[in-house]
């Protein structure tokens, strides 16, 4: 079976402090590999994909992720926090060229602390 | 522009109304998505138009009925919906499948009553 997980449901990081929010799949062919953040009370904001290339990919806000494929996972990461980042972040993957729909990650969220 | 608006921000209704919530986007996509999100939970697809035919219908219950007047209008139909049905619904487009990313309005809260 295909799946998303997010083994953190919360994450706590210092301002100024380097972040890493984890996501590991399990699909079968190539994955299309995203992450979300949602504020709360809006709809999700796309960050940032891996589709091919490069494994580290460069995204909205200063955040990054890397795409490791013999570790299955795809974590988002951030060099230095800001309060102004907590929120609830999704990682989600397709794994069909023709398909409309995700498999959306339980979400974790980050709380900055200031 | 890349917005995604929806309207209204927030709907109570009773049991036995009928409501509608309204999307919109300007950016050309030719794939809308209506989604149902409870509370610190991933959104759960509904229903996919693309080029503005029902392309999937995640099994939704007949009291929501979607309807895409043209490839900028997005509706969502309600009609006696029940407590749990109460939620965050959230609308999205993008170019196509596959390796398009979506983009999300703000969302309408729903209450039923």
């Known amino acids: 079976a295909q799946s998303v997980a997010q083994p953190e449901d919360q994450v706590n990081v210092a301002e100024g402090n380097p972040l890493t929010v984890k996501c590991t799949y399990s699909v079968s062919g190539n994955p299309y590999l995203f992450w979300y953040v949602q504020y709360p009370n809006r709809g999700l904001q796309f960050l940032l994909k891996?589709?091919?290339?490069?494994?580290l990919v460069k995204g909205s806000y200063g955040f990054e992720a890397e795409f490791n494929k013999s570790q299955t996972s795809f974590h988002l990461k951030k060099p230095s926090a800001l309060v102004s980042d907590s929120a609830l972040y999704f990682c989600?993957?397709?794994?069909?060229?023709?398909?409309?729909?995700?498999?959306f990650g339980t979400g974790t969220r980050l709380k900055v602390l200031a | 522009d890349t917005e995604v608006t929806q309207t209204p921000k927030h709907l109570v209704m009773g049991m036995t109304n009928k409501k509608s919530l309204k999307c919109e986007q300007h950016m050309g996509h030719r794939a809308m998505y209506w989604y149902k999100q409870k509370a610190k939970k991933p959104p759960e697809l509904m229903f996919v138009y693309s080029y503005e035919k029902l392309s999937i219908n995640e099994s939704v219950p007949s009291r929501f009925s979607p309807e895409c007047p043209n490839s900028s209008l997005l509706n969502l139909h309600l009609h006696a919906l029940q407590p749990e049905d109460s939620a965050l619904y959230l609308c999205?487009?993008?170019?196509?499948?596959?390796?398009?990313?979506?983009?999300f309005g703000p969302g309408t809260r729903l209450t039923v009553t």
């Open positions: 891996y589709i091919t290339g490069d494994n």
């Open positions: 989600a993957v397709r794994t069909l060229s023709g398909t409309y729909k995700y498999i």
């Open positions: 999205a487009s993008s170019q196509g499948a596959g390796t398009y990313e979506q983009y």
